[in-house]
């Protein structure tokens, strides 16, 4: 249950808007990037911080973004179709432990990342890549991983 109305900015006590999301260097990440989203607020469970607008395309063509840096980005979105999102929404991390979800918003052609327990300001912002909070299966790179060893 969505708490909130989808807010993505926030105003502060000196009247300034600022976004409840920022990109920083992440500790987890041991990719080329290492960077991360973490809360510059505090995010109650259950509100919305982020709706990233997507870019659908059919399976057929996903074929020609796995020979690019954009097959580890794209979500599954929908029946036969998968999306590049756009905003912060290709840049969470993963966890088994997630405090944060997502859903997928059809009619508004977006994902929308919700606080799934509260998040403290500075936290970095977790999902779990499988879609499910609590699935525990092995990721694509993990495997991926494991086959190079």
């Not at 469970?45 to 796995?66: D, N, R």
């Not at 998968?82 to 944060?100: D, I, K, Q």
Request: proline share 5%; hydrophobic share 40%; glycine share 6%.
């Amino acid at each position: 249950m969505i708490l909130s109305n989808p807010i993505i900015l926030i105003q502060t006590k000196d009247a300034q808007v600022t976004s409840m999301i920022e990109i920083k260097q992440s500790k987890l990440s041991k990719g080329e990037f290492n960077r991360g989203v973490f809360a510059t607020c505090d995010i109650p469970k259950g509100v919305i911080f982020h709706e990233a607008p997507v870019l659908p395309y059919p399976e057929e063509e996903h074929k020609h973004i796995e020979q690019t840096a954009l097959a580890d980005y794209v979500f599954e979105f929908g029946v036969n179709h998968s999306a590049v999102l756009l905003g912060y929404g290709s840049l969470f991390n993963h966890s088994y432990e997630p405090n944060a979800s997502y859903d997928l918003n059809f009619d508004q052609l977006t994902v929308d990342f919700y606080a799934y327990t509260d998040i403290k300001a500075g936290d970095e912002i977790l999902i779990n890549y499988n879609g499910e909070e609590d699935c525990m299966d092995p990721l694509w790179f993990m495997e991926d991983a494991a086959k190079s060893e």
